[in-house]
C-alpha cells in the first residue's frame, strides 16, 4: 500500500520550507492573486482536503500542496465530494472539497445533493464562469447549484477571504454544504490592494442564529409525562450525535427515568450498551422492535422519524405518548403530542436537570423499565448445523447466504472499525448483525438522496477522518461498478480497509421490488464481476469466498495486522431478502434502493 498524502491537521504536518516561489502573487504585481487569498482562509481552517485538479483549481491546490498542506486526491469529481462529506460523519469536523468549473462541477451534483439532504457541512471551493461572461463551454453553476439546494459564493478581487470564511463559519453553523467560486479571469488576478475603494465582502447571509433555549413551561410539559409514564422510551439521532455534550444527557436522563434507549442507524452506541435496545426503524432487530412498541411515552431526540424509520407508522403503539424534539420546525411529525424546537444537548441537559437522579427519586422504587426489561442478546454464527454437519454458508440454490456471510463479518473483523454503506438491497444485513464502537462508525451514504455508487469515495474520506480504525466498506455490484475509478483511491489511501461486496450479479433492490411483480428482470441483472481480481489489479489482496470456509483468508489478513486494503467478493443468493425489504413488500410500501435515514 502506497500512501500519498498525510491527512494529519495542518497544524502537525512538517512542510517544507516555504520559498518565495512557493507564495504564488498576481504577474507583475506583488500582490498575492485571488486563490492564494483563498488558500491562506483554508490553512486557518481545521479541515481535510479532498479533489481532484483541473484548470479552474490548479493554483489553488499547488498554492496548498507547495506549502505542505496535505490533499487526498480522488479520481472522480464525484468523489471528492462524497469524500468530504463521509469526513465529517465519520469524525464531526468539517471537511473541504475542490474541483474545476465545467464539467468538473457537474460531476459533483449527485453527491452535492446528498450532502444537502443529508445537512452535512462542507466547502467545495470551485473554478467558475469569468467575471468578464460566459465562454462558449461554460453552464450556469449557480443555478444548478441552488437547484441542489446548495448556495454558491462567488468571489471577486475584493479580498475574498473574509467572503471565504464566512463561508465555512456558516457551513458550520447551519449544517449544510456551502459552494466557494472563483471566476476563472481572476485565477491570477490581484487581491485588491491596500489604498483601493474597499466594500463591505460580498456575503449573502449571516450566520445563523443560535435557537432558543426551551422555556420552563415546555420543559415542564415533557417532564410530566415521562415521570408518569412506566414504560418510558428515548429515541436518539444524529442531532444528539452532533450536538456537544448531547450523549452524556442522554444517558443521565434515561438513567434517571429507568428508560429504555433506541437510535437511528446513524447514531449507534450513542449513550452506550446498557439498557440499548438498539436500532429504532426497518434496520432494528424485530424481537426488539417488539419491546419499543410497548412504550407508553417515547421521547424522540434529533431523529427524523421519516417513514423507514417509524417502520411505517407500526414503531410506536397507537396509545403511546409521543415527544419530539428536533432543531428544525419543518421536521415537526404528525405523530408527536408534544413538540419542542431545540438543540438536543440543551433540551436534554435542561430535562435531566429537572429531574431527580434516580428512577426511585422520580417516583420508581422498582428502578423503572431498564431494571424490569432484559434486553435480547445478538445473535450468534452457528459453525454447525443440527445434523452435526459444518456449516458451508451456502443459501437453496448453492451461492452465499448473506445472512450467515454478515454474522461470519461480526467475529472476523477488527473491532476497532469504521462501516460505510452504499445503497442496495443488501443494506439491511450489517446492523443487524455487525455491532460498532461508537456513533460515528456507522455511516449510510446515498440515502438522504436515494442514490447508489457513492461507497468507495466516501470510504476514502472515512479512512483520512480515521486512519486508526480500520474502514470496511460494505457495496453491492451495482453500486461498486458505478464508482469503481475511486476503489483505486480507497487503496492508495487507507492504512487498514476492507471492501465487502454482496455481489447478487444484479440491482437486487429493483429485482426484489419489480421481477417479483411481473416486470422484465434482464435490465435488473448484471454480468458477474470478480471484485477481488480487480482489487487486486489495484494492489490489494482479496478473495472471491464460495464457502464459509473460504473468509478464512480475511481471518489470516486480520491477523497478519490488517495492513493495507482486502476486498471480499462475496456471491451471494439472490433468493434471500432482507428483513427491511420483506416487511416493506408485505405492507405494499415502496422500498428505495438506499433506504433513508438519520
Known amino acids: 500500500m502506497t500512501t500519498v498524502a498525510d491527512t494529519r491537521p495542518a497544524a502537525d504536518h512538517p512542510a517544507r520550507e516555504v520559498t518565495s516561489r512557493d507564495r504564488a502573487t498576481a504577474p507583475g504585481t506583488g500582490v498575492p492573486a485571488v486563490p492564494q487569498a483563498v488558500a491562506r482562509v483554508v490553512r486557518e481552517q481545521d479541515t481535510l482536503l479532498f479533489g481532484l485538479m483541473g484548470n479552474g483549481n490548479a493554483h489553488l491546490i499547488s498554492e496548498l500542496t507547495s506549502t505542505g498542506f496535505p490533499f487526498v486526491t480522488v479520481r472522480h469529481e464525484a468523489g471528492a465530494v462524497a469524500a468530504a462529506d463521509a469526513a465529517f460523519r465519520a469524525s464531526g469536523r468539517l471537511a473541504t472539497a475542490t474541483v474545476t468549473y465545467g464539467a468538473g462541477f457537474t460531476n459533483t451534483l449527485t453527491a452535492l445533493s446528498e450532502a444537502a439532504l443529508a445537512r452535512i457541512p462542507l466547502v467545495l471551493i470551485v473554478g467558475d464562469v469569468p467575471t468578464s461572461g460566459p465562454r462558449f463551454f461554460d453552464v450556469d453553476q449557480v443555478g444548478m447549484a441552488a437547484a441542489a439546494g446548495v448556495e454558491t459564493v462567488r468571489l471577486d478581487a475584493y479580498d475574498p477571504a473574509p467572503q471565504v470564511r464566512n463561508a465555512y463559519a ?301 474502514t470496511v466498506l460494505v457495496t453491492g455490484d451495482g453500486g461498486g461498478l458505478m464508482a469503481l475509478a475511486d476503489l483505486e483511491s480507497f487503496v492508495r489511501q487507507a492504512r487498514s480497509g476492507v471492501v465487502v461486496v454482496f455481489n447478487d450479479a444484479a440491482y437486487g433492490a429493483e429485482l426484489h421490488q419489480y421481477a417479483v411483480r411481473g416486470l422484465d428482470e434482464e435490465a435488473m441483472l448484471i454480468e458477474e464481476v470478480d471484485f477481488a481480481a480487480v482489487g487486486r489489479a489495484f494492489g490489494a489482496e482479496g478473495v472471491k469466498a464460495r464457502s464459509l470456509a473460504d473468509l478464512d483468508a480475511l481471518r489470516d489478513w486480520v491477523a497478519r495486522g490488517a495492513e493495507g486494503v482486502f476486498v471480499l467478493d462475496l456471491p451471494i443468493s439472490r433468493n434471500v431478502v432482507a428483513e427491511y425489504m420483506a416487511e416493506s413488500m408485505a405492507g405494499a410500501q415502496p422500498a428505495p434502493r438506499p433506504l433513508p435515514v438519520d
Open 170 to 470: 456558516r457551513a458550520r453553523a447551519e449544517s449544510r454544504p456551502i459552494i466557494v467560486a472563483i471566476p476563472y479571469d481572476l485565477v491570477e488576478a490581484p487581491v485588491r490592494a491596500a489604498g483601493e475603494p474597499a466594500r463591505e465582502p460580498a456575503v449573502t447571509s449571516t450566520v445563523a442564529a443560535a435557537l432558543p433555549a426551551p422555556t420552563e413551561a415546555e420543559l415542564e410539559s415533557f417532564r410530566s409525562v415521562l415521570r408518569q409514564a412506566e414504560r418510558p422510551l428515548i429515541i436518539a439521532g444524529r442531532g444528539v450525535v452532533d450536538s456537544p455534550g448531547a450523549p452524556e444527557a442522554l444517558r443521565r436522563l434515561a438513567d434517571s427515568l429507568g428508560a429504555l434507549i433506541a437510535t437511528s442507524v446513524m447514531a449507534r452506541n450513542v449513550a452506550g450498551p446498557v439498557g440499548d435496545l438498539g436500532i429504532a426503524g426497518g434496520f432494528g432487530r424485530l424481537e426488539r422492535v417488539e419491546i419499543m412498541r410497548q412504550a407508553d411515552a417515547v421521547l424522540v431526540v434529533g431523529a427524523g422519524m421519516n417513514p423507514f424509520q417509524m417502520r411505517y407508522g407500526t414503531l410506536v403503539g397507537a396509545a403511546a405518548t409521543v415527544l419530539q424534539v428536533d432543531a428544525r420546525e419543518q421536521n415537526r411529525h404528525e405523530r408527536a403530542d408534544r413538540f419542542m424546537l431545540a438543540d438536543a444537548g440543551v433540551a436534554l441537559r435542561a430535562l435531566a436537570e429537572g429531574l431527580g437522579a434516580t428512577p426511585q427519586q422520580n417516583g420508581r422504587p422498582d428502578g423503572g423499565w431498564s431494571a424490569r426489561q432484559p434486553v435480547p442478546a445478538a445473535p450468534r454464527l452457528e459453525t454447525e448445523r443440527p445434523d452435526g454437519n459444518a456449516e458451508d454458508g451456502l443459501a437453496e440454490d448453492g451461492r452465499l447466504n448473506p445472512r450467515t456471510m454478515a454474522l461470519a463479518l461480526e467475529e472476523i473483523l477488527p473491532a476497532q472499525r469504521t462501516f460505510v454503506q452504499d445503497g442496495g438491497h443488501f443494506i439491511g444485513w450489517i446492523p443487524l448483525t455487525c455491532s460498532v464502537p461508537d456513533p460515528r462508525a456507522h455511516m449510510f451514504v446515498g440515502t438522504a438522496f436515494q442514490s447508489i455508487g457513492l461507497g468507495f469515495p466516501s470510504a476514502v474520506g472515512a479512512a483520512a477522518a480515521r486512519p486508526e480504525q480500520t
